[in-house]
């Protein structure tokens, strides 16, 4: 079989062409690869930035939680200790409603005087207009005992 004529040539020619240093590479169309170092760039500065707020979040959190005090509780905001067992847990249960009805007065001390008029005044104002419907639920639960009654006298009397 012969060899085609000028076969080879193109071969090495485009061997060259592959390996050869293209022309815009190093003239013209660089302004891509500029925006790419440039997008690059911010990104590592992105990162940096990132990672400072992190270290100052995270000196935040090591200076509060260097504040927690003996008990164990978060603070004033919550008074009461986050529980580790549901012992713990029917304790404090038991003691919130105390520690809130103090801290609602430790707040009412420090109001001015017109406003814990005020206050009691809209209390009173509040009970006598619930008052109505106090005493519709209490008159609904006992009508609806007498039912409930003579259906389990109705029962015992059966078994």
Do not use: W, Y
Not at 21 to 48: I, M, N, S, Y
Not at 111 to 137: D, F, I, Q, Y
Not at 140 to 151: D, F, K, N, Y
Request: glycine content about 6%.
């Amino acid at each position: 079989m012969a060899k085609q004529p000028g076969r080879g040539h193109k071969r090495r020619a485009s061997a060259l062409e592959r390996k050869a240093t293209q022309h815009h590479d190093f003239v013209g169309d660089a302004a891509p690869e500029r925006a790419e170092a440039e997008l690059e760039k911010r990104d590592r500065q992105q990162v940096k930035e990132n990672r400072e707020v992190v270290q100052e979040m995270a000196a935040e959190l090591r200076d509060l939680s260097a504040g927690v005090p003996a008990d164990g509780s978060l603070g004033a905001e919550i008074p009461f200790r986050i529980p580790r067992s549901v012992e713990e847990a029917k304790q404090v249960v038991r003691d919130a409603p105390e520690a809130l009805r103090e801290k609602a007065r430790e707040r009412l001390d420090g109001l001015p005087e017109p406003a814990k008029t005020g206050l009691r005044l809209a209390a009173s104002t509040a009970n006598m207009l619930l008052a109505p419907a106090r005493l519709g639920l209490h008159l609904a639960r006992e009508l609806l005992r007498i039912p409930l009654t003579v259906v389990g006298a109705l029962r015992h009397r059966e078994a």
